[in-house]
Every structure is written in structure tokens, then in C-alpha cells.
């Protein structure tokens, strides 16, 4: 019998992770998602998801449309429509939900490990879309209760302090995360922030770019940490 996984064109190494990641069957989403998702042809097009009841909160050529639901309160979903024949870079649908899974567990791993307070992740899951023809995963995340990106602007600005940063470096100068601060690492309504761009696994960031988010005194601080590598 044809195992699921090899129908989900995500490569060799990454075939082994899929069960760490997909959705648990005691997940309180769950139900809601086998009823909305049960009926063949809803994921079809963006217009018939729409019809589901979702509320679109970004769509952009190549990437998968983000939305929420009323009967889903707390959670994200990230879809590719079946419509939708092209993705970023040419990687299939499934190895970049993949991705974005395996990126938010290694940040979490390094959060627990280290301690660290300021910064917080998502928790994500794999939802395999019964009906799907050609996108067969839908990627689940926690809703991190962002402010606006104005609010998450001068977050940066005015309420960063040594410890905020020296954890900050913690993560990013492990290669993890992201230095686009305002869009990828924006400010929650608990006071923490939050790492929401996890699809690169492992990268070497231009650690520079912080500090053009940064006071006067911040700025100085984070150049300290930086000559001290």
C-alpha cells in the first residue's frame, strides 16, 4: 500500500519527521477541521475556501494564503488552494509547512534550553486535507495576539532592554530566526515577542540590520554583543 508520504513530494530526510508534526487526534481544532475539510472540492480554489467561512488575512503570489475562522478562535491556518499550481522557489506546498515546522521546534528547543523569557514561537501542526488534489497539508498555528505593525515598530524602539537583546542574540546568532524585526518578529499583546518567520531551518543572518530598529542605547549594546563573538 502507497504510504501518504510519498505523495507529499517533501525530499528523503524530511520524510521521517512528518508524524513529529502532524496533528494529534485529541487536538481541539481537530473536529472543526474534519467537518469544514470533509466534502471534496472545498480546497479547490481561494473562492471556495472563502465559502467555507474563512477570513483571509494575507494572499501573495506563489505563497500560501493565510487566514482564520470564528469557530477556530486562537489558531491560524496557512493553505496552498489546489488552484494554485506554483510555490516559492519551486518547493513543494508540503516541504515548506514542513519547514515552518521544523524551524518553530528548533526555536522552542533553544528557548527552553537557555531560558530565555522575551521571545516566544508558535506551536504548528501538519492537517492532512482529505479531499486535497494537489496541496494534500494544511499548516496550523497558535495565534500569537500580535499588536499592529506601528505598535511592533516601536516596541522595538522603546521597550528593548539588555536582557530582551542579549536573549534575541541568543537565537538569531544560532542561525535561527529572523533579523526582519517588525514583520517576522513583531510585538504580542502579553509583552513578549514573537518568531513567526520559522521556514528557514538554519541560516547566517546580516546581524547588522538590527540595529536600525533600535534606540540610541540599544544600538550600542547590540554592537557590543557583536564585537564580542
Request: with cysteine; hydrophobic share 40%; aromatic share 10%.
Amino acid at each position: 500500500m502507497e504510504d501518504f508520504r510519498d505523495r507529499l513530494a517533501v525530499d528523503y530526510r524530511s520524510k521521517e519527521h512528518l508524524d513529529r508534526y502532524l496533528m494529534p487526534l485529541d487536538h481541539p481544532v481537530r473536529g472543526f477541521l474534519e467537518r469544514v475539510f470533509s466534502t471534496p472540492g472545498v480546497t479547490d480554489s481561494l473562492d471556495s475556501i472563502k465559502a467555507l467561512g474563512f477570513q483571509i488575512i494575507l494572499s501573495m503570489p506563489q505563497h500560501a494564503v493565510i487566514m482564520q475562522h470564528p469557530s477556530a478562535p486562537g489558531y491560524i491556518f496557512k493553505i496552498y488552494p489546489d488552484s494554485q499550481s506554483e510555490t516559492e522557489e519551486g518547493i513543494s506546498s508540503a516541504e515548506w509547512f514542513l519547514r515552518r515546522c521544523e524551524g518553530a521546534s528548533k526555536i522552542r528547543a533553544l528557548i527552553q534550553k537557555k531560558g530565555i523569557r522575551h521571545f516566544v514561537v508558535p506551536d504548528k501542526w501538519l492537517y492532512l486535507l482529505p479531499h486535497a488534489k494537489h496541496h494534500r497539508l494544511l499548516l496550523v498555528a497558535t495565534d500569537m495576539n500580535l499588536v499592529t505593525k506601528a505598535e511592533t515598530e516601536a516596541a522595538w524602539r522603546q521597550s528593548i532592554t539588555r536582557d530582551h537583546l542579549y536573549e534575541f542574540y541568543a537565537i538569531v546568532s544560532a542561525g535561527y530566526g529572523s533579523v526582519e524585526l517588525v514583520d517576522n518578529v513583531p510585538y504580542t499583546k502579553e509583552g513578549t515577542f514573537a518568531f513567526i518567520d520559522t521556514e528557514k531551518l538554519k541560516r547566517r543572518h546580516d546581524l547588522s540590520k538590527v540595529k536600525k530598529h533600535l534606540s540610541k542605547e540599544m544600538r550600542h549594546y547590540w554592537q557590543m554583543l557583536l564585537d564580542a563573538k
